[in-house]
């Protein structure tokens, strides 16, 4: 067992700092979606001619075919050199892009993959809908093979940015009849066709991120089809244990600067009598609490790394690492609350904390999983309690 | 980097499960119920053979030459199985005597001859240790350790005015209110630090170890047990209990090996991690210890049921080497952690 780094990966790190010190865009990432859209395409059409774009994706389709753990430092240097957040790009590069990876065609990896690197296409997921939610399985949004393409009509909602991406992963039922995890597809959407509606949805703090999308008779090549035909499920699964494992490094960074600021703004004094809030053994306790917990989710993620890269696989560990740092998130941000005093009234309070983004924090428990469904994974698969 | 069991992790690890599986440290405690006694002088060398005490020290000191991440691994599995007697107090006297060049105390308690026992105190400093202190499993003629503030304290136990037996909580235990007698040896500055950074890794392995046999145990009942005609482990209620219980187990585990390395390579934030471990390995030993009553139901409240002695020894090394509470403040006080954690 140890955890020094090679000698290699030590240059790698450095060279990655080093990059992002020069290169990090100087201005802030606009909030709303449509203005953020160039932003992000632009950043990351900078992390690509730098080198850095798809660190561990393979080098044929325009990646740099390095390890996780080179990977992971460059997500660790990132959020140390608080380079914007990856935003519209998200879905490419972490979900649509690695499912490409793994179950695409040559074809369809060498049209879609370099593009997403370079930031000229831009994805969505379509996969939870009004009726499946947790119960991803209960999906009803149907396609009807008609010659060489599928038609497709029904709704999806919880679209990240579907207003201004290009294509979108989008999960159907090509079989009639079929129920649950059979029957369905994934395939590759262009958001340009005729017959497709979008509709923002507003959010509790803010931005419009997220929309509802409505296909009325939608024409998608069968050739579009990734993983085969009624095959969704599997392939489906493939990015979602990604996004539980480790696709979310960067914001266990922001998470654990967070907690740090947390203690040294509990550590000033407050008001006419200079109470300190960290003087007060409840406060107290939640943050070191808090501190020793991100310490130890920080852990588990480099033991469930170092377990993928020995046998390939994230493993279940991924559903356990989430939940147990949605929760934490949420807790660090209800913390906060409570040292704004009186800011706490603000909905943008002059903080990394508290107003629009503790509201935000409740869908830390939600995105990419309910903690509730992530215990049923735990029971289920690695556990192995009985359904 | 690599934060998994290799093959000299998994070897260790197998070896002290297959010691413990054939000779059940809960039958051991079972048997004595009526008089809590230290494990017998043969079991105790057993245990010194497969280097519970020497693991992390170096050959020519009498120990294997492996590392405190090494140890950490034994010592979940000691946890584990629920192995009594003072097992991390002997490690950090062996650890306290090798760092003092004392090769006349090291080797008894390497070997297994000779055992130490903790102090369990509030007190920061040998002055305000006044009277009578709470001693855990002291053996008559062993020795006694005294972990302060950047300082560490050996004493003879045979030197210690007429101990007084107090009936323990756990009943793996044995218990002793006594007085200190003048110290034998004694280890300054960060050498101290460093000493009780170990012991609290190898306190936090044990709590993990006993963590993930609550975990065990409740899920191989959730399995078997039925009501309303189903496992109850189909019911969300207990099957939520217990991914619960297993993402704590989880991140003990981890932060043990991560902590155990951290202090090992000398990383500048070593310290905070040692107690980072403790705090996160002492909340998931009590919470599953507790969750495993819970997922019993009646049955555990009975005396000859098992689930709760993970409770009694989960909450008696969570209290051995400091409070929650000076826990918690020293994890605020002591220096800020790395952002990233690979130096």
Same mark, same amino acid.
């Given at each position: 067992m140890d955890l020094l780094l090679s000698a290699e990966d030590r240059e790698f790190r450095d060279e990655a700092a080093e990059w992002l010190r020069a290169n990090v865009p100087a201005e802030r990432r606009p909030e709303e979606v449509v203005p953020a859209h160039p932003f992000d395409r632009a950043w990351q059409r900078t992390q690509y001619d730098g080198g850095f774009?798809? +660190? #561990?994706?393979?080098? =044929?389709?325009? %990646?740099?075919?390095? #390890?996780l753990v080179k990977q992971m430092l460059w997500f660790e240097q990132y959020a140390l050199a608080r380079a914007p957040w990856i935003g519209t790009c998200f879905v490419g590069i972490n979900h649509a892009g690695p499912t490409l990876v793994h179950n695409a065609t040559p074809q369809i990896q060498a049209a879609h993959l370099p593009p997403i690197l370079r930031g000229e296409l831009t994805w969505c997921q379509g996969f939870s809908e009004p009726g499946a939610g #947790?119960?991803?399985? %209960? +999906?009803?949004?149907r396609a009807e093979i008609d010659g060489d393409d599928l038609v497709v009509t029904g709704s999806k909602i919880w679209t990240s940015f579907a207003q201004v991406a290009r294509y979108q992963e989008l999960i159907v039922?090509? =079989?009639?009849?079929s129920s649950r995890h059979q029957g369905l597809s994934w395939v590759i959407c262009?958001?340009? #066709?005729?017959?497709i509606t979008i509709r923002p949805i507003e959010l509790i703090n803010g931005p419009h991120d997220l929309c509802e999308v409505f296909y009325d008779e939608v024409r998608v090549p069968l050739?579009?089809?990734?993983?085969?035909?009624?095959?969704g499920w599997r392939t489906a699964m493939s990015t979602l244990s990604f996004e539980r494992g480790t696709g979310f490094m960067a914001e266990q960074i922001d998470l654990a600067r967070l907690v740090e600021d947390l203690i040294a703004d509990a550590g000033q004094k407050r008001g006419l009598r200079g109470h300190?809030?960290?003087?007060?053994d409840g406060i107290a306790e939640r943050l070191a609490v808090a501190r020793a917990e991100t310490a130890a989710l920080r852990a588990m993620t480099y033991a469930s790394l170092s377990e993928s890269e020995k046998t390939g696989n994230p493993g279940a560990a991924g559903s356990m690492i989430r939940f147990y740092f949605g929760e934490l998130s949420q807790r660090v941000q209800a913390i906060g609350m409570d040292l704004?005093?009186?800011?706490?009234?603000?909905?943008?309070?002059?903080?990394?904390?508290?107003g629009a983004r503790y509201l935000y924090s409740f869908a830390a428990t939600v995105g990419g999983g309910t903690s509730d469904i992530q215990r049923n994974i735990v029971a289920q698969r690695v556990l192995g309690l009985p359904r | 980097m690599r934060l998994f069991y290799d093959e000299t992790d998994a070897a260790i690890a197998a070896a002290v499960d297959e010691l413990l599986t054939a000779d059940p440290p809960i039958a051991m405690i079972r048997s004595q119920a009526a008089a809590p006694a230290l494990p017998d002088a043969a079991r105790w060398r057993t245990w010194a053979e497969q280097?519970?005490?020497?693991?992390?020290?170096p050959e020519d000191a009498?120990?294997?030459?492996?590392g405190l991440g090494e140890l950490a691994v034994l010592f979940r599995e000691l946890g584990r199985h629920l192995a009594p007697g003072p097992l991390v107090p002997t490690v950090v006297a062996a650890h306290i005597a090798h760092r003092l060049g004392r090769s006349d105390l090291l080797g008894p308690l390497v070997t297994g001859s000779r055992r130490a026992a903790f102090v369990v105190? /509030?007190?920061?400093s040998l002055d305000e240790l006044a009277g009578e202190a709470l001693v855990p499993d002291? /053996?008559? /003629?062993g020795l006694v350790v005294l972990l302060l503030d950047g300082r560490a304290v050996l004493f003879d136990?045979?030197?210690?005015?007429t101990p007084t037996p107090v009936e323990a909580l756990d009943p793996a235990g044995r218990l002793h209110s006594c007085a200190l007698p003048p110290a034998l040896a004694v280890l300054d500055g960060d050498a101290a630090e460093t000493v009780r950074a170990e012991a609290q890794i190898l306190a936090a392995a044990e709590l993990s170890g006993v963590a993930e046999a609550s975990l065990s145990m409740s899920v191989a009942y959730a399995k078997t047990r039925t009501q309303f005609g189903r496992p109850?482990?189909?019911f969300q209620a207990v099957a939520h209990r217990c991914a619960t219980m297993a993402a704590r187990a989880e991140a003990a585990r981890c932060q043990v090996l991560f902590a155990a390395l951290a202090v090992a390579a000398g990383a500048h934030d070593a310290s905070f991690q040692a107690r980072a471990a403790l705090a996160v390995a002492g909340q998931a030993a009590l919470g599953n210890a507790a969750d495993n009553m819970r997922n019993h139901?009646?049955?555990?409240?009975?005396?000859?049921? /098992?689930?709760?002695l993970y409770v009694t020894r989960a909450r008696t090394l969570a209290a051995t080497l400091s409070t929650r509470t000076a826990l918690l403040r020293s994890i605020l006080d002591g220096p800020a952690p790395a952002l990233t954690g690979i130096a």
């Amino acid at each position: 067992m140890d955890l020094l780094l090679s000698a290699e990966d030590r240059e790698f790190r450095d060279e990655a700092a080093e990059w992002l010190r020069a290169n990090v865009p100087a201005e802030r990432r606009p909030e709303e979606v449509v203005p953020a859209h160039p932003f992000d395409r632009a950043w990351q059409r900078t992390q690509y001619d730098g080198g850095f774009a798809g +660190i #561990s994706w393979p080098v =044929e389709y325009g %990646g740099r075919g390095l #390890s996780l753990v080179k990977q992971m430092l460059w997500f660790e240097q990132y959020a140390l050199a608080r380079a914007p957040w990856i935003g519209t790009c998200f879905v490419g590069i972490n979900h649509a892009g690695p499912t490409l990876v793994h179950n695409a065609t040559p074809q369809i990896q060498a049209a879609h993959l370099p593009p997403i690197l370079r930031g000229e296409l831009t994805w969505c997921q379509g996969f939870s809908e009004p009726g499946a939610g #947790s119960d991803l399985a %209960g +999906i009803r949004t149907r396609a009807e093979i008609d010659g060489d393409d599928l038609v497709v009509t029904g709704s999806k909602i919880w679209t990240s940015f579907a207003q201004v991406a290009r294509y979108q992963e989008l999960i159907v039922r090509t =079989e009639a009849g079929s129920s649950r995890h059979q029957g369905l597809s994934w395939v590759i959407c262009d958001m340009t #066709s005729p017959g497709i509606t979008i509709r923002p949805i507003e959010l509790i703090n803010g931005p419009h991120d997220l929309c509802e999308v409505f296909y009325d008779e939608v024409r998608v090549p069968l050739a579009d089809v990734v993983g085969g035909l009624g095959n969704g499920w599997r392939t489906a699964m493939s990015t979602l244990s990604f996004e539980r494992g480790t696709g979310f490094m960067a914001e266990q960074i922001d998470l654990a600067r967070l907690v740090e600021d947390l203690i040294a703004d509990a550590g000033q004094k407050r008001g006419l009598r200079g109470h300190r809030p960290l003087d007060n053994d409840g406060i107290a306790e939640r943050l070191a609490v808090a501190r020793a917990e991100t310490a130890a989710l920080r852990a588990m993620t480099y033991a469930s790394l170092s377990e993928s890269e020995k046998t390939g696989n994230p493993g279940a560990a991924g559903s356990m690492i989430r939940f147990y740092f949605g929760e934490l998130s949420q807790r660090v941000q209800a913390i906060g609350m409570d040292l704004l005093g009186a800011d706490a009234l603000r909905r943008h309070p002059a903080r990394e904390y508290g107003g629009a983004r503790y509201l935000y924090s409740f869908a830390a428990t939600v995105g990419g999983g309910t903690s509730d469904i992530q215990r049923n994974i735990v029971a289920q698969r690695v556990l192995g309690l009985p359904r | 980097m690599r934060l998994f069991y290799d093959e000299t992790d998994a070897a260790i690890a197998a070896a002290v499960d297959e010691l413990l599986t054939a000779d059940p440290p809960i039958a051991m405690i079972r048997s004595q119920a009526a008089a809590p006694a230290l494990p017998d002088a043969a079991r105790w060398r057993t245990w010194a053979e497969q280097g519970c005490f020497g693991l992390a020290l170096p050959e020519d000191a009498g120990g294997v030459g492996y590392g405190l991440g090494e140890l950490a691994v034994l010592f979940r599995e000691l946890g584990r199985h629920l192995a009594p007697g003072p097992l991390v107090p002997t490690v950090v006297a062996a650890h306290i005597a090798h760092r003092l060049g004392r090769s006349d105390l090291l080797g008894p308690l390497v070997t297994g001859s000779r055992r130490a026992a903790f102090v369990v105190t /509030d007190a920061g400093s040998l002055d305000e240790l006044a009277g009578e202190a709470l001693v855990p499993d002291l /053996d008559p /003629d062993g020795l006694v350790v005294l972990l302060l503030d950047g300082r560490a304290v050996l004493f003879d136990a045979a030197a210690c005015p007429t101990p007084t037996p107090v009936e323990a909580l756990d009943p793996a235990g044995r218990l002793h209110s006594c007085a200190l007698p003048p110290a034998l040896a004694v280890l300054d500055g960060d050498a101290a630090e460093t000493v009780r950074a170990e012991a609290q890794i190898l306190a936090a392995a044990e709590l993990s170890g006993v963590a993930e046999a609550s975990l065990s145990m409740s899920v191989a009942y959730a399995k078997t047990r039925t009501q309303f005609g189903r496992p109850i482990g189909s019911f969300q209620a207990v099957a939520h209990r217990c991914a619960t219980m297993a993402a704590r187990a989880e991140a003990a585990r981890c932060q043990v090996l991560f902590a155990a390395l951290a202090v090992a390579a000398g990383a500048h934030d070593a310290s905070f991690q040692a107690r980072a471990a403790l705090a996160v390995a002492g909340q998931a030993a009590l919470g599953n210890a507790a969750d495993n009553m819970r997922n019993h139901g009646a049955i555990a409240m009975t005396a000859e049921h /098992d689930a709760y002695l993970y409770v009694t020894r989960a909450r008696t090394l969570a209290a051995t080497l400091s409070t929650r509470t000076a826990l918690l403040r020293s994890i605020l006080d002591g220096p800020a952690p790395a952002l990233t954690g690979i130096a």
